[in-house]
């Protein structure tokens, strides 16, 4: 059963960068999407971006285009996320999560990461 | 990208049956069968409920069910029951090749 672990809660200042690591355990890695979802306190689901592993190429919501970055190195079983000129409205958990079916982004996320919190302050 | 719109609140008595809908455009709901349900309870990572529009992964009752006409998405939950009570949210691909979320829906049992 694979399991998805992101890295601990992080505190950023305005205008800095944050990346958030989750790291695949017990299954296959490189041929399933890994996206990134994010919810702001009180608020809604938020998908940022997703990449498969395998492919290499990642593909991002337009609201964080040039903002995010999504990266993934098979060796490891690990994906990141990179989040740079942070604003206080980034304050969120951050998920990551994997596609249910292999090679697409497209058919829903079965496993999800515990979550982790980014708060952005100064 | 907009997100897809979901009613803010629905709720029902233990037993009985409720729907959400989930509205798109032929852009992302109504172009593709790829609109998955999420259902979150407080402080917990989403639990997926539902793929590929009425598909239902290996462990969910079911008592949950999925449909789709045009571009409104549906998820019905039958037998009501306490357990149901969360969040729930909806999720389409699109043609950017990307995907959206819905509003998010909050389900109450009476």
């Known amino acids: 059963q694979v399991q998805l672990v992101e890295s601990g809660a992080e505190v950023k200042k305005p205008g800095s960068s944050v990346k958030v690591s989750c790291k695949a355990s017990g299954g296959t890695f490189s041929s399933y999407a890994i996206s990134w979802v994010r919810q702001a306190p009180g608020q809604g689901l938020e998908w940022m971006g997703g990449?498969?592993?395998?492919?290499?190429?990642?593909n991002y919501a337009q609201k964080f285009q040039g903002r995010v970055t999504i990266t993934a190195d098979k060796s490891t079983s690990t994906a990141y996320m990179e989040l740079s000129s942070l604003r206080s409205e980034d304050t969120a958990v951050y998920y990551c999560a994997r596609d249910k079916l292999e090679l697409e982004l497209t058919h829903g996320m079965d496993v999800w990461g515990q979550g982790t919190t980014v708060t952005v302050s100064s | 990208q907009s997100a897809l719109t979901q009613p803010a609140s629905v709720s029902g008595s233990p037993g009985q049956s409720i729907t959400i809908s989930c509205t798109g455009t032929?852009?992302?709901?109504?172009?593709?069968?790829?609109v998955s349900w999420y259902q979150q309870h407080p402080g917990k990572a989403p639990k997926l409920m539902i793929y590929?529009?009425?598909n239902r992964p290996s462990g969910v009752s079911n008592r949950f069910s999925g449909s789709k006409s045009g571009n409104t998405a549906s998820l019905t939950i039958s037998g009501l029951q306490a357990e149901d009570e969360a969040d729930y949210y909806c999720?389409?691909?699109?043609?950017?090749?990307?995907?959206?979320f819905g509003t998010g829906t909050k389900v109450t049992v009476l």
């Open positions: 590929d529009v009425s």
């Open positions: 032929s852009s992302d709901v109504g172009g593709y069968n790829y």
């Open positions: 990449i498969i592993p395998i492919l290499g190429i990642a």
């Open positions: 999720s389409s691909y699109t043609s950017s090749s990307t995907n959206v």
